[in-house]
């Protein structure tokens, strides 16, 4: 099974050639891109006027980008006035933030948790499918910013981590 990261550097590599078409089997899970390409027509007025041409663009089609897993944050903590940079673990996709793996087993990790980058922070539920979400840096969890249970946004902060 594909992890999101794969599939983020997948989008990201078709995004960028001029690969229109792209399909992917492995293990029972298939991937497909395509990239949607159009033409608007422009009408020929039937007069003989003469005029700037004006150019026309193909709308763009909303390729999905994962934000970068982490990024700098300036927050204040625990009441400290001292601002310090601190990194955030954003949610790769709309869903339900989960903090355990079940109701009844702990939170994966809390405040003061040290986590690495292949550490499992959470799991966002989209489509019935239960997706682990890791830190992806190494450091210490100083906040959760999401209650379990509730709904994220696509790039939503999910905890605050104090690098190493």
Do not use: W
Not at 55 to 70: I, K, L, M
Not at 140 to 155: F, R
């Amino acid at each position: 099974m594909l992890k999101i990261q794969e599939i983020r550097e997948i989008i990201k590599l078709i995004d960028e050639s001029d690969i229109e078409e792209f399909s992917f089997e492995h293990e029972g899970s298939k991937i497909k891109l395509k990239k949607q390409t159009a033409s608007v027509p422009v009408a020929q007025p039937q007069q003989q006027i003469v005029q700037q041409p004006v150019a026309v663009q193909p709308p763009v089609q909303a390729v999905v980008e994962t934000p970068a897993p982490t990024q700098k944050v300036e927050a204040k903590i625990e009441g400290t006035t001292n601002k310090e940079n601190y990194l955030q673990v954003v949610s790769p996709m709309v869903g339900t933030f989960y903090e355990s793996p079940s109701p009844d087993s702990p939170a994966y990790v809390e405040i003061g948790s040290q986590v690495k980058a292949d550490t499992v922070v959470c799991i966002v539920e989209a489509m019935k499918l239960f997706n682990e979400i890791e830190a992806e840096v190494d450091g210490e969890i100083v906040e959760v910013l999401v209650k379990n249970g509730e709904l994220v946004e696509y790039g939503q902060p999910l905890f605050l981590v104090k690098p190493r």
